[in-house]
Nanobody, 125 residues
């Protein structure tokens, strides 16, 4: 059964950069799509980015496009979320998760069935 362990996160200032890591217990390339989603108190989890299971295609929410980059290191079974030019609105608990759903569903949090433990990212001056 797929297990995901996250690392990274913390308190940064606006404009700073931060990288989150998600180590999976199994290879994800050509197997599962890995996504990053985030949640703030009182709100539902929202899609941030995903790397599709085949072809390595990447997808981003409009709010993070051109600032965040998702990537995968197959040798390390690790997926990264590199975040730059962070804004206070990026403050949230970030989760990595996996899904086998079709491409049209990867922006839906409900499509993901295996989740990491979550990590807090706080952007504040």
């Amino acid at each position: 059964q797929m297990r995901l362990v996250q690392s990274g996160g913390g308190l940064v200032q606006p404009g700073d950069s931060l990288t989150l890591s998600c180590v999976t217990s199994e290879r994800t390339a050509n197997s599962v799509t890995v996504g990053w989603l985030r949640q703030t108190p009182g709100k539902e989890r929202e899609f941030v980015a995903a790397i599709f299971r085949s072809g390595g295609y990447t997808y981003y929410a409009d709010s993070v496009k051109d600032r965040f980059t998702i990537s995968r290191d197959n040798a390390k079974n690790t997926v990264y979320l590199q975040m730059s030019n962070l804004k206070p609105d990026d403050t949230a608990v970030y989760y990595c998760a996996t899904t086998r759903t079709v491409l049209s569903n990867i922006r839906r949090a409900s499509a993901y069935d295996k989740w990491g433990q979550g990590t807090q990212v706080t952007v504040s001056s």
